[in-house]
């Protein structure tokens, strides 16, 4: 007589189906993963060998550039509190100011991201007229290519989480711009682990974007000059 325990242990009919159709099917779901995943994995691997060269964890070894290009994310998370990503990244430029790396910054995102940034950062000493807002970031991408068409730098401080860092700086010299990446602190635990998850498909992404669809910044504006 089985115990309990054991029954738990058989499979119902409904799971005896999906166990048959993966083991008919294993070969054409090796392929497909295969086709799908692999490219990625190499994509990614590609961005992260031509920025990794260019990306700093320590501060005293950034290059120092006129500028740093701080990265947007949304300055509050779903849960109210302050989003972590947020206040590591303000850190992380204010250290590149106040030790003289940079001399400018420019907070570029979406919708109201970079004017929180300027208001945080004025607050933390940095004067308003050393900080520009560019809002028509709306992805990585077009923030590297506004900092370049708009903003007329050919060179710059990236300044995000090290995840974040590789793709921005490949996008940058795919764009041909003498790009440095800052790391600003990561963020740890389930948040942490979920965002790099998804970090890791646009990194590849962004690999395709440049090199193979030719994708272009969607937006534009008249030039102008960081004071």
């Known amino acids: 007589?089985?115990?309990?325990?054991?029954?738990d242990l058989v499979p119902t009919r409904?799971?005896?189906?999906?166990?048959?159709?993966?083991?008919?099917?294993?070969?054409?779901?090796?392929?497909?993963?295969?086709?799908?995943?692999?490219?990625?994995?190499?994509?990614?691997a590609y961005g992260d060998?031509?920025?990794?060269?260019?990306?700093?964890?320590?501060?005293?070894?950034?290059?120092?550039?006129?500028?740093?290009?701080?990265?947007?994310?949304?300055?509050?998370?779903?849960?109210?509190?302050?989003?972590?990503?947020?206040?590591?990244?303000i850190q992380a430029v204010l250290d590149l100011y106040e030790t003289g790396v940079v001399t400018r910054i420019l907070a570029s995102g979406g919708y109201d991201e970079p004017a929180h940034m300027m208001?945080?950062?004025?607050a933390l000493g940095v004067p308003e007229k050393h900080i520009e807002c560019d809002s028509g970031g709306m992805r990585t991408f077009d923030s590297v290519i506004r900092a370049k068409e708009i903003f007329q730098l050919d060179g710059f401080v990236a300044v995000t989480q090290e995840f974040h860092c590789l793709r921005a700086v490949y996008l940058a010299r795919e764009a041909?711009?003498?790009?440095?990446?800052?790391?600003?602190?990561?963020?740890?635990g389930a948040t942490g682990l979920r965002i790099r998850v998804r970090e890791f498909a646009a990194r590849a992404q962004a690999v395709l974007d440049t090199l193979v669809l030719g994708v272009q910044s969607r937006h534009f504006g008249e030039p102008r000059e960081i004071g």
């Open 176 to 188: 041909e711009l003498d790009v440095v990446g800052y790391c600003a602190e990561d963020v740890g």
């Open 119 to 122: 208001k945080d950062l004025v």
């Open 14 to 44: 409904r799971q005896k189906r999906v166990l048959a159709f993966l083991h008919r099917r294993w070969k054409l779901l090796t392929l497909l993963l295969l086709v799908t995943v692999v490219p990625l994995i190499v994509a990614a």
């Open 1 to 7: 007589m089985r115990s309990n325990n054991s029954l």
């Open 49 to 89: 060998s031509v920025a990794s060269h260019y990306v700093y964890r320590a501060l005293d070894q950034v290059p120092p550039r006129r500028v740093a290009l701080v990265l947007g994310t949304a300055k509050y998370a779903p849960s109210g509190n302050v989003n972590r990503f947020y206040i590591r990244r």
